[in-house]
């Protein structure tokens, strides 16, 4: 008898040995993290339409400038990607995230590309603190930001300039509305969201453009 049930529980044992080492193939799949980027362009970008170049060192003291925190609407503030395939949907991308907080990432290349296009190095940007004697405040809020069809990505922006003094006060002298589509360029090589991401970095460059240029009119309003 006691054979008997040796017998009977061994293969058991040797069906449930054998099955327990079999292992379903994994399904996860790892996020791919983005960042917006600066986009450089020509060289004479940099100080845009100067009136007379014997007054720089006096207009980069004028252009010293902080940008508040990008201010963004709550779908936009977690880290996965967005598509708006149509008006009142939108998608989210599990596996295709930014690499940094939106609001710190539109700030920082915001940041560069003002710092280049105006010529100066004497700037700060949230979440870094105001730098003494700053001149001028920008504030940014933005509506859309994000891929709206299969070939182009769109940013619709409302921006402020404030200047630091007794004069003007706490109310903006300059403000502005910016609907601003790209086309994104994907080539055969290319990621899709990679090229993506650059399209929306250029819709920032094309924004900081437009800030530029009222930043400059500022120097000689007064």
């Known amino acids: 008898m006691k054979t008997l049930i040796q017998l009977f529980i061994f293969p058991n044992v040797?069906?449930?040995?054998?099955?327990?080492?079999?292992?379903p193939e994994s399904t996860h799949k790892e996020s791919t993290f983005h960042l917006l980027t600066e986009v450089k362009g020509e060289a004479n970008e940099s100080n845009i339409s100067l009136p007379n170049p014997s007054l720089d060192n006096l207009i980069d003291l004028n252009r010293t400038f902080y940008l508040r925190q990008i201010e963004l609407p709550?779908?936009?503030?977690?880290?996965?990607?967005?598509?708006?395939?149509?008006?009142?949907?939108?998608?989210?991308?599990?596996?295709e995230r930014w690499g940094e907080p939106l609001i710190e990432g539109i700030g920082r290349v915001m940041g560069l590309n003002l710092s280049h296009m105006l010529g100066i190095s004497f700037y700060s940007v949230y979440p870094h603190r105001e730098k003494a004697n700053t001149q001028i405040?920008?504030?940014?809020?933005?509506?859309?930001?994000?891929?709206?069809?299969?070939s182009e990505v769109l940013l619709d922006a409302?921006?402020?300039?404030?200047?630091?003094?007794?004069?003007?006060?706490?109310?903006?002298?300059?403000?502005?509305?910016?609907?601003?589509?790209?086309?994104?360029?994907?080539s055969s090589k290319s990621v899709a969201t990679s090229a993506e991401v650059?399209?929306?970095?250029?819709?920032?460059?094309?924004?900081?453009?437009?800030?530029?240029?009222?930043?400059q009119s500022l120097e000689f309003a007064d």
């Open 14 to 23: 040797l069906i449930f040995s054998f099955s327990s080492c079999i292992v």
């Open 74 to 95: 709550y779908y936009l503030q977690e880290n996965r990607i967005i598509y708006r395939p149509e008006s009142g949907k939108i998608e989210f991308r599990e596996h």
């Open 158 to 186: 409302r921006w402020e300039l404030f200047k630091k003094d007794f004069k003007h006060g706490s109310f903006p002298v300059l403000n502005g509305h910016e609907v601003i589509l790209v086309e994104i360029n994907a």
């Open 137 to 150: 405040e920008i504030g940014i809020t933005i509506n859309r930001f994000e891929k709206v069809n299969q």
């Open 198 to 215: 650059l399209s929306l970095s250029e819709t920032l460059k094309l924004i900081s453009k437009k800030i530029t240029i009222a930043i």
